[in-house]
């Protein structure tokens, strides 16, 4: 599977953005998706996952509650809904996808990635 992760862009704390993993190849809902980001100097950080087939998202505790995972099955897409933004949200993010029966929060466990997509929240 190929993923195109797009929706980045900068926004005022306190706001909103959508991002978008779309897949090609490949039907997502035969996978799990985690999204991830990186921000300058630092390790990439699991955000959230999803599997179709799962119990629902699951969310690193510091996004819980502002950001929402969702899909789309006739577009093939998986969309992070972040709402609330901090300037800690700062980063570049990432979709990946893997075959796992469960959510992983290593990022080493995903064989696929998107390209990334930066995300800046101003103070």
């Known amino acids: 599977v190929q993923l195109q992760a797009s929706g980045g862009g900068l926004v005022q704390a306190g706001g909103s953005l959508r991002l978008a993993c779309t897949g090609s190849g490949d039907t997502l809902s035969k996978y799990t998706v985690g999204w991830f980001r990186q921000a300058p100097g630092k390790e990439r950080e699991f955000v959230g996952g999803?599997?179709?087939?799962?119990?629902?998202?699951s969310y690193a505790d510091s996004v819980k509650g502002r950001f929402t995972i969702s899909r789309d099955n006739p577009s093939n897409t998986v969309y992070l809904e972040m709402n609330s933004l901090i300037p800690g949200d700062t980063a570049v993010y990432y979709c990946a996808a893997n075959r796992a029966l469960w959510i992983a929060i290593v990022p080493s466990l995903y064989p696929y990635w998107g390209q990334g997509t930066q995300v800046t929240v101003s103070s």
């Open positions: 999803f599997r179709w087939s799962g119990d629902g998202p």
